[in-house]
């Protein structure tokens, strides 16, 4: 299996950098080839703007999605854009790796999803190519995240609410959205008061996960 793990977090002795650590020695030991989209170590560009695209098609209108169906179809959206689309299509697996950040992903991952599943590459809105006929179907994808809080304030009728609400616009709205199935999401909660061996717990635990999966 060919996995592709998207990191996003700036720390390199961060606990999200040692479940990336952690996903990458299991997963190659098991026979998988892996490649990591580490975004901060990129400097990957987190705005979706006029210079993703070299050769617009329409000067006088800038319509994103138009400019995004053009782009894919002529080989002409910025060269980080079309690399990272090179690594997701060989992908069979996609990991998404990072800290929840309110509630949400860091900012530099949501602009990869902007600027990387773009349409025409990852869904066809005019020829309703999305949800199960999405043009990533046959790909299966994981969030893997921390976050600082208790998971009881994740939950239903806790204080957050329900962590999966949170992240429906990830799971659902663009990883199904784009035809991927998504496999149970990888939460460590409670990370800001781990001591070594709850941090090394959680590390097995992933890997536990990551050999069964
Ligand atoms: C902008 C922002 C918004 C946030 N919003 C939310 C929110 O909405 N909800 C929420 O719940 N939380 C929120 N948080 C908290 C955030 O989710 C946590 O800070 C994050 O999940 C921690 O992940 P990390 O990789 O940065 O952990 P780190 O801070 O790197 O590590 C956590 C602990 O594990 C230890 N550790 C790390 N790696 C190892 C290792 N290899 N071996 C042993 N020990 C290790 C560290 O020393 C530390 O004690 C927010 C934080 C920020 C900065």
């Given at each position: 299996m ?13 606990l ?31 705005v ?99 976050a ?16 999966n ?49």
């Amino acid at each position: 299996m060919n996995v592709l793990i998207i990191y996003a977090h700036p720390y390199p002795a961060s606990l999200n950098a040692a479940l990336k650590d952690r996903a990458v020695s299991v997963l190659q030991d098991a026979g998988h080839m892996v490649k990591v989209s580490d975004l901060y170590a990129m400097k990957f560009k987190a705005v979706l703007d006029q210079n993703d695209f070299l050769k617009p098609c329409n000067r006088d209108y800038f319509s994103v999605p138009g400019e995004q169906m053009a782009g894919v179809r002529n080989g002409t959206l910025a060269p980080d854009i079309q690399a990272e689309m090179h690594k997701v299509k060989w992908a069979d697996l996609l990991i998404f790796q990072f800290p929840i950040w309110w509630s949400s992903t860091p900012a530099i991952l949501k602009g990869w999803i902007d600027r990387v599943l773009a349409q025409g590459f990852a869904v066809n809105l005019a020829e309703g190519k999305l949800y199960q006929e999405g043009l990533l179907s046959g790909k299966k994808a994981l969030i893997s995240t921390t976050a600082g809080s208790p998971p009881e304030f994740y939950s239903e009728g806790g204080p957050h609410g329900d962590i999966n609400h949170h992240l429906m616009s990830l799971w659902h709205n663009t990883i199904e959205f784009c035809g991927m199935e998504v496999v149970p999401t990888f939460y460590v909660f409670n990370v800001g008061v781990m001591d070594d061996l709850q941090v090394n717990a959680e590390l097995e635990r992933y890997e536990e996960y990551l050999r069964l999966l």
